[in-house]
């Protein structure tokens, strides 16, 4: 299994008013991840775009451990837990400093065409980031 490791950039701006990072941010932090994944991998939602498709979330599940303020230092690790050839679950755990668990989730994507949005095999349509998925995912 391969796991990804991205710093998050912790801004003033992503606290809410208990001054912890505001619930939402740690989606876009997913995305970081996700992003961060399939370019160590070779890979890039550019080049799937330009070919003439999208990856758009159908599920998000997180849950909060412990807060997450600004000043501290946090990375978000990301896997790839299934690929079934229609549907790719990611997994994230984001931490801080103190390699304490602050967020745990995942989310689901699915393959579409642009001009459409009609769901499309990730198998059939990009065979070797599926191939590398299947090689690198959890067991």
Known sequence: MYISKEEIQLLYADTDMMGVMYHANYLKWFE????????DLGFSYTAMEEAGYYAPVYDV?????TPLRYGDKAHVYTWV?????????Y???IKNQHDEICAIGKTTHIIVKK????PVQFKKAFPEWF???EEIKKK
Request: overall charge positive; charged content about 30%; glycine content about 10%.
């Open 32 to 39: 970081l991840g996700r992003s961060a994944l399939i370019r």
């Open 61 to 65: 599940q997180v849950t909060y451990k």
């Open 81 to 89: 837990e299934e690929n079934n050839g229609l549907k790719t679950l």
């Open 91 to 93: 997994g994230y755990e």
């Open 115 to 118: 001009e459409n949005f009609r």
């Open 131 to 133: 191939a590398k998925y």
